[in-house]
């Protein structure tokens, strides 16, 4: 095993160096190749402990680390090969997305050497068990990551997204290091095992919310989601996929780990998780539902995707409250399929959204239309991946929500009052999720692939190159693994679900459910088959007839200008206006004055701010800037002042030193 690790080390250092010699059309492919080799290697550590064999083993890092102990077992595999599989698609999709940009060669060398560095900072996250080695793999993973949304820093707004995420980052970053201090000053010891050990002999539930608000801020849970809508529209399109597909999932990974650990409160901190996931999801489709930035549209949906993984989460930490294994098995198994079939279908709506925006160079889709006509593949795409994320049949959403919805139905069965309430609502809430889901993608869709376009492009959109389109097929063709062999993925997580509580058994719990699932595989497959029967016939009908394409028929009227169309806005305005409180809409309109018979032209500009951020993070923000404000007479520019400072603290240290203040 030790000689892997060497290896990817030396694949990675042998690819860095190669980067900075060859041309720019080929360090896209060199970055490539790292990528992929690195996967294969690391997955062969993954692999075999998939099916339950853990791999132990240990690295000397040097005088300073010493040996640093690596740790996979099937929890780890799992999140280790959604990583590599996420970050294979994202490269080769990443080299035919920046061929049509004109960027220099050393930012295109620093841009593949950081998602070089970017792909092992994750893979590492979920490899060691050792608290101070791990927080520096997370800073490694957040550098790299907040260097890859700022790929454009010569944008004023997407240097500010980059800055935003960063500082973010950092303040996960001091709630985790708070729980390791902690673990620490208790036991004496950074390794993972020690957390277990505090577990046993201290109150649980301090030292848990402190890891789950590290985890969480990373993971986008509310009030704690802010950076996501910024870094994500700022970023190149593979890199949003990649984010949104696996590194919101590190936190996810943290929190399942620390449960690893956890030794009582079970019920009240799966009441906690479970209550707070309701409200992140509603929160962040709702949010997802108006907006009409596309890529901002699609990181609400992320925000709301972990709200649904918290729901499974939430629900098999009272399953072990309650000693139910059937709750357990179903809450945390959906919970962690949920996860891969959240990284599938995202990184396949931000790599075909990144398509459009390719094409069209911009990200409002009110400025779009029509594009199912110029770019057919990529529409069919978005409208796979659309239907997943809906959680509609035949595809792979449907199949862990409804592992998750039957884990909230095994909930309602409890004799206790207040977890039926909280069950009950919970079911109602995922309900309005998925609704809205379905709302936000129609909308999203509609607007940017149906109807003409309502704006004249600066050139006309033409599909993408195969190089973009091909990781796309892949990843549809394993969503479509999950969504015609459920059982064979639930098999595996079983192995995953061992680790979490000793309670599961995987196949005693599998047996419940398998025939359902089995029934949804086959329907699936015979809906899919019925769709493919009428495209083939329609195909024969029409392969030896003329065909022309013409305006798409508007029953009956034909507006006069393409601007008459239904809009994204018009579309989601009536649930604005219900949800008026939450929605807040910013309007810039000067309106008409009394006497003005013949108005002059008026523009109307709106946009939708995110209540949380607006009310609670940016009072706080605009507060510590006017009180730092005060102290900026201490950086003037003077260099005498500078010298002054200097001297100042000389003489300081040298007052304290004379009287033994300082040794």
């Not at 000693?323 to 357990?328: D, L, N, R």
Request: hydrophobic share 50%.
């Amino acid at each position: 095993m030790i000689e892997l690790v060497y290896a990817s080390g030396f694949v990675t250092l042998l690819a860095i160096i190669v980067l900075f010699f060859i041309t720019s059309n080929y360090k896209g492919y060199a970055a490539g190749f790292a990528v992929f080799t690195n996967a294969l290697l690391i997955s062969v550590f993954a692999f075999p402990a998939l099916s339950g064999q853990v791999v132990d083993f240990s690295v000397f890092a040097g005088n300073f680390l010493g040996d640093i102990s690596i740790h996979i077992d099937a929890l780890s595999a799992w999140f280790i090969l959604i990583i590599n599989f996420t970050s294979v698609t994202g490269v080769f999709y990443g080299i035919g997305y920046l061929k049509a940009y004109r960027n220099p060669s050393p930012k295109l060398t620093l841009h593949w050497t950081l998602f070089i560095l970017f792909h092992l900072s994750m893979v590492l996250v979920c490899m060691l068990k050792n608290g101070f080695a791990f927080l520096l793999a997370w800073e490694l993973m957040s550098l790299t990551s907040m260097l890859l949304v700022i790929f454009d820093h010569h944008n004023p707004q997407t240097l500010k997204a980059g800055i935003n995420y960063l500082v973010q980052m950092h303040i996960s970053v001091v709630f985790l290091t708070i729980g390791f201090i902690w673990v620490y000053s208790t036991s004496g010891s950074f390794g993972f095992d020690a957390i277990r050990s505090f577990f046993q002999s201290n109150n649980n539930i301090w030292l848990f919310l402190i890891f789950f608000a590290g985890f969480g801020l990373k993971a986008g849970f509310i009030p704690l989601h802010s950076w996501l809508p910024h870094a994500h529209p700022a970023a190149p399109s593979h890199v949003s996929g990649v984010m949104s597909g696996v590194i919101v999932k590190m936190g996810i990974y943290g929190i399942f780990r620390i449960i690893t650990f956890l030794n009582a409160d079970y019920i009240i901190l799966g009441e906690i998780i479970l209550s707070l996931s309701v409200l992140t999801g509603i929160y962040g489709i709702l949010n997802a539902s108006v907006h009409r930035d596309f890529k901002k549209m699609l990181a609400y949906c992320t925000i709301e995707n972990i709200g649904i993984i918290g729901i499974g989460i939430g629900t098999g930490l009272i399953g072990i409250g309650n000693s139910s294994p059937a709750m357990c098995f179903l809450g945390f198994g959906g919970a962690l399929l949920h996860v891969l079939n959240h990284s599938l279908f995202k990184s396949l709506l931000f790599f075909s959204a990144g398509s459009v925006y390719q094409q069209s160079h911009t990200r409002d889709m009110e400025q779009l239309g029509g594009l199912i006509k110029t770019m057919p593949k990529t529409a069919a795409i978005f409208l796979v991946g659309s239907i997943a994320i809906g959680g509609l049949p035949p595809f792979n959403g449907f199949v862990s929500e409804f592992v998750i919805y039957m884990g909230l139905l095994d909930g309602i069965n409890s004799n206790n009052l207040s977890q039926l309430l909280l069950f009950v609502l919970s079911l109602a809430g995922l309900s309005v999720i998925g609704g809205l889901s379905v709302l936000t993608f129609t909308k999203t869709f509609g607007t940017i692939f149906l109807g003409q376009p309502r704006t004249i492009l600066d050139h006309k959109p033409h599909e993408v190159s195969n190089l973009m389109l091909v990781p796309q097929y892949i990843i549809i063709a394993l969503m479509l693994s999950v969504a015609f062999m459920p059982q064979f993925y639930l098999q595996i997580i079983g192995k995953a679900l061992v680790v979490l509580s000793p309670m599961v058994d995987s196949q005693t719990n599998l047996s419940g459910i398998g025939g359902t699932i089995s029934a949804i595989s086959l329907y699936s497959l015979l809906f899919l088959s019925f769709v493919g029967v009428i495209l083939f016939v329609r195909f024969k009908v029409l392969k030896n007839k003329a065909q022309r394409i013409d305006a798409t028929w508007g029953c009956g009227y034909v507006a006069p200008n393409s601007r008459q169309q239904y809009t994204g806005k018009s579309f989601s305005k009536p649930l604005g206006k219900i949800i008026n409180f939450l929605l807040i809409e910013n309007k810039h309109y000067e309106e008409l004055k009394p006497g003005e018979i013949f108005p002059e032209k008026r523009s109307y500009v709106s946009h939708y701010l995110d209540f949380i951020e607006h009310n609670l993070i940016e009072p706080i923000t605009q507060r510590l800037v006017y009180s730092a404000n005060y102290f900026s007479f201490i950086q003037n520019g003077r260099i005498q002042s500078y010298v002054l400072y200097g001297i100042v603290f000389i003489l300081a240290m040298f007052i304290l030193t004379l009287f033994n203040i300082v040794g």
